[in-house]
């Protein structure tokens, strides 16, 4: 007799957290920018929450034990990020993107608040590319000084090269004993 409950209580669990996971779930996209803001909002989120985390006075840290002679510090890093989002943005538009972005470029931005306000500026930039971005113009050529010679190579590396920061900085954090938001 207690084995029907059972069964029923089981199928009633897991129909449950079947529907639990399906809500999680992100809608399926329609468009070619839905597609990518998939991807491209968790990563402004987490990028940006990870820039936050940092204390001011942390900013100018950068590792020092090991073989770290060129590294930037937590800001270079951080309006690296900026720049670059800006530059393959505005190579998006066939806009002239910024210069020296290896070195931060020419923002003048130096304090937490202005960095972050760069890399907001430039993240709005680039959402601005994403929504632009069709079928039609997803191949056009885009050359410029930066990846990408057309806008699917650019999104891509712009992808792809915050992540690479992101997971640099991650061990910034770590080595000024911070968890990062995301890893909570």
């Known amino acids: 007799m207690h ?8 199928a009633v669990v897991l129909l449950s ?5 399906a ?8 468009t070619i920018p839905d597609s990518i803001d998939l991807i491209w909002n968790k990563i402004e989120h987490d990028f940006t929450a990870l820039a936050e985390a940092m204390p001011e006075d942390k900013w100018s840290f950068k590792p ?8 930037r510090t937590f800001a270079e890093q951080v309006k690296h990020v900026a720049c670059a989002n ?20 020419p ?6 608040a202005e960095i972050l306000k760069y890399l907001q ?6 959402d601005k590319a994403i929504a632009e971005t069709t079928a039609e113009n997803l191949l056009h050529s885009n050359p410029g000084p930066y990846w990408g010679p057309n806008r699917l190579s650019a ?5 792809w090269h915050i992540s690479d920061h992101y997971g640099q900085l991650v061990e910034y954090l770590r080595m000024n004993g911070i968890v990062p938001p995301a890893s909570k």
Request: with cysteine; charged share 25%; glycine share 4%.
């Open 3 to 10: 084995k029907p409950v059972s069964v029923w209580i089981l």
């Open 121 to 126: 500026d430039s993240f709005a930039m680039v």
């Open 107 to 112: 923002n003048p931005a130096k304090t937490k």
């Open 155 to 159: 999104l891509t590396a712009t992808v």
């Open 23 to 30: 809500q999680k779930r992100p809608p399926e996209p329609k």
């Open 86 to 105: 800006e530059a393959w943005a505005k190579q998006m538009s066939s806009e002239k993107p910024p210069a020296r972005c290896a070195l931060g470029g």
């Open 64 to 71: 020092t034990q090991g073989e770290f002679k060129d590294a």
């Open 17 to 21: 957290s079947c529907l639990v996971s």
